[in-house]
């Protein structure tokens, strides 16, 4: 039976907004996984005195659901401060768009999230993060948790690819339980750094493979 989506879905959908890729972005973002049909990554392009975001464009692979969510971020965060665009909920979403079906709320919290992501990731980049926590285990298992594991389209921690996380002065050791020369090993390393290399108080990441 046909979800109940309402006409502005279903618009958003048939011609989404400020969709595609922004070369040179100062901060993008990813969530979600394609295991379970729903992926967006966003771009975002900032105003560097007055914190305001000028570009902002989204990639999707999803549902109607996520690509009219996907788009409807883009249009509510487009034009508003970084503090501004925080504030934004997935309800400011759903509502936007008239409502969505039940089983397809979480689209909406995957594109607020992918939102806050991209924002926290330009404040990493920026020296802009107000309060530093020191680094530990669980912040960088958190962080592996966004990077996925393209045979199955699920993150590296859940799907067992993490062997060991070991966290000292300034550096992280990432242990991974897949050899060096699987087709995957070059895309994961490099994400992986890209995840941890801007936490404030490290200055290196080494990631190894099985029979290194």
């Not at 879905?9 to 979600?32: M, Q, R, S």
């Not at 409502?99 to 990731?121: F, M, N, Q, T, Y």
């Not at 991974?176 to 890209?194: A, L």
């Amino acid at each position: 039976m046909p979800l109940p989506y309402s006409e502005k879905v279903l618009e958003y959908f048939k011609h989404p907004k400020n969709v595609g890729k922004i070369e040179n972005p100062d901060a993008k973002a990813k969530e979600g996984s394609p295991a379970c049909g729903d992926m967006v990554t966003l771009y975002l392009k900032v105003d560097e005195k007055t914190k305001r975001i000028t570009d902002i464009k989204f990639e999707s692979f999803g549902c109607a659901s996520n690509i009219a969510t996907g788009s409807i971020i883009t249009e509510l965060a487009k034009g508003k401060t970084l503090e501004e665009a925080k504030k934004i909920t997935w309800k400011d979403a759903s509502e936007e768009l008239g409502g969505l079906p039940p089983v397809k709320v979480h689209c909406s919290v995957l594109a607020v999230d992918v939102l806050k992501a991209a924002i926290e990731d330009y404040e990493e980049r920026h020296g802009l993060v107000k309060e530093h926590v020191k680094t530990t285990k669980e912040i960088v298992l958190k962080r592996l948790k966004h990077v996925m594991n393209p045979i199955v389209g699920l993150d590296i921690v859940k799907t067992n690819i993490v062997n060991d996380v070991n966290v000292k002065e300034g550096s992280i050791s990432v242990s991974m339980g897949i050899p060096r020369d699987n087709q995957f090993s070059k895309n994961i390393e490099e994400e992986v750094k890209e995840r941890l290399k801007r936490l404030w108080d490290i200055k290196k990441v080494e990631v190894t493979f099985d029979e290194e």
